[in-house]
């Protein structure tokens, strides 16, 4: 009969011990498994305006997960397919895991800030989540918050004189409440299940 170089005893003590060392990794305050974003150069302050008027910056929401989307209220077809799709998987997440889902925070950030006043924010977001807090400001503040979070936007001419469009980036990030990147979504991967997994994987 072959010998083991472990006794049974002896492994299983290990293996209880490198279980632990995980959880505690895991579960500490704050803490998360490491995501695709992990260690990247995403996101910084910024300073916007909510859909009550009310100035909100990046440093002021440290201790909230944040679930960040930036898009447009006049967007015709992707914006609100990508809204709804992660204000479902935010609602999957809540019923599976109440306690942790209330830290975070769903931001819906605009690209158009001419079009996109506080009021305008305020009854799109209203149709996906009733946390998702819609985020706006002047050109420059919108400009800024688009290069730190590395998200390309430029207008494109529509068939009418005043009329546009906004071609962007559609991607939806995690950042933990340090406001540090986890982990992000994008184009059709970006379903419901695979935001509620998303959280579920990395807020703890």
């Given at each position: 009969?072959a010998?083991?170089s472990?006794?049974?005893p002896?492994?299983?003590?290990l293996?209880?011990a490198?279980?632990?060392?995980?959880?505690?990794?895991?579960l500490r305050?704050?803490?998360?498994?490491?995501?695709?974003l992990?260690?990247?150069?995403?996101?910084?302050?910024?300073s916007?305006?909510d859909?009550?008027?009310?100035r909100?910056?990046?440093?002021?929401?440290?201790g909230q997960?944040?679930?960040?989307y930036f898009g447009?209220t006049?967007?015709?077809d992707?914006?609100?397919v990508?809204?709804?799709n992660?204000?479902?998987?935010?609602?999957?997440?809540?019923k599976?895991?109440?306690?942790?889902?209330?830290?975070v925070l769903p931001?819906?950030?605009?690209?158009d800030p001419?079009?996109d006043?506080p009021?305008?924010?305020?009854a799109f977001?209203a149709?996906?989540?009733?946390?998702l807090?819609?985020?706006?400001?002047s050109?420059?503040?919108?400009a800024?918050?688009?290069?730190?979070?590395?998200i390309?936007?430029?207008?494109?001419?529509?068939?009418?004189?005043?009329a546009?469009?906004v071609?962007?980036m559609?991607?939806?990030?995690l950042?933990?409440p340090?406001?540090?990147?986890v982990?992000?979504?994008a184009g059709?991967?970006?379903?419901?299940e695979?935001?509620?997994?998303?959280?579920?994987?990395?807020?703890r």
């Amino acid at each position: 009969m072959a010998t083991r170089s472990l006794k049974l005893p002896a492994l299983a003590i290990l293996l209880v011990a490198a279980a632990l060392a995980v959880a505690l990794v895991l579960l500490r305050p704050g803490g998360s498994a490491k995501g695709n974003l992990a260690g990247s150069a995403i996101g910084g302050e910024f300073s916007l305006v909510d859909e009550t008027g009310r100035r909100v910056t990046w440093s002021g929401l440290a201790g909230q997960w944040r679930l960040v989307y930036f898009g447009y209220t006049f967007c015709p077809d992707v914006c609100p397919v990508d809204a709804a799709n992660l204000g479902a998987g935010l609602a999957l997440f809540e019923k599976e895991a109440p306690r942790r889902a209330a830290t975070v925070l769903p931001l819906f950030i605009t690209v158009d800030p001419a079009r996109d006043t506080p009021e305008a924010l305020r009854a799109f977001t209203a149709n996906f989540h009733p946390r998702l807090l819609g985020l706006t400001g002047s050109e420059e503040e919108i400009a800024a918050t688009l290069k730190a979070f590395r998200i390309y936007a430029k207008k494109v001419p529509g068939a009418s004189e005043g009329a546009y469009l906004v071609d962007h980036m559609a991607v939806i990030y995690l950042f933990d409440p340090e406001g540090r990147p986890v982990a992000f979504l994008a184009g059709p991967e970006a379903k419901p299940e695979a935001v509620r997994a998303m959280l579920a994987a990395h807020v703890r």
